[in-house]
């Protein structure tokens, strides 16, 4: 099936460093969302996008719908031990939620004290 | 805990085998959508009920079916079970009804086959 085109693939960071991530797709998307996902459980949502341009915060992390529709990115500021996971950019093409989410591979974000 | 029940939590079965994996939405949430997490395949849409009803199909196999009964639970049966069908498989919910919704995913079941 179709997946997002997730990078980097994994980020071996230091403790307050700022992390970028970001999701390309050859297709377009009407809402892009960002998970995360710890050992043993689901994934997490952190930040929803609706609309092109869309620019949107929640603590520490920042994401963007990008104007083509076809990309997203999630940015990370001053990393802290708890960060650690793995992230994961989805897309939905339907406005109404009649189909499923397609998936990014996941960014595996490591820090190091 | 995210209101998205799964169970069991752990399910080990031999090839052939048939299981049936259970979900209980978040309260009030119509709909339920299944996953299927592969090391390979990454995160696949399976399928999706909406208050009973089949309402999209992703990447199911034959093989596999799923239901969504009077309560909202929904069951994801597997059979004829193969090895590469060993995978996290997770349900999740949404409110429905309004674009600006929020996916809810359980914990997952993670299934062995053997």
């Known amino acids: 099936g179709q997946q997002l085109n997730q990078s980097p693939q994994s980020m071996f960071i230091q403790e307050g460093e700022d992390v970028s991530m970001n999701c390309t797709s050859s297709?377009?998307?009407?809402?892009w969302l960002w998970y995360k996902q710890d050992p043993g459980e689901g994934p997490v949502l952190l930040i929803a996008l609706y609309k092109a341009g869309e620019l949107t915060s929640n603590g520490r992390l920042t994401a963007q719908f990008g104007i083509t529709r076809k990309d997203s990115f999630l940015n990370i500021s001053a990393s802290i031990p708890s960060d650690v996971g793995i992230y994961f950019c989805a897309g939905q093409k339907s406005g109404g939620g009649a189909d499923g989410l397609t998936f990014g591979k996941g960014t595996h974000l490591i820090i190091q004290p | 805990d995210s209101g998205v029940t799964q169970t069991p939590k752990h399910l080990i079965t031999a090839t052939g085998q048939r299981v049936t994996l259970r979900c209980s939405p978040r309260s009030g949430d119509l709909s339920v959508y299944w996953y299927q997490q592969s090391l390979d395949q990454g995160l696949q849409f399976l399928i999706q009920y909406y208050n009973g009803e089949e309402r999209a199909k992703g990447n199911i196999l034959e093989r596999f079916s799923a239901q969504q009964f009077p309560d909202l639970h929904s069951e994801l049966n597997l059979s004829s079970l193969e090895l590469g069908d060993s995978a996290l498989y997770f349900c999740?919910?949404?409110?429905?009804?309004?674009?600006?919704?929020?996916?809810?995913f359980g914990s997952g079941t993670r299934l062995t086959v053997v």
């Open positions: 297709s377009i998307f009407n809402t």
């Open positions: 999740a919910s949404t409110p429905e009804g309004s674009r600006r919704m929020g996916y809810t």
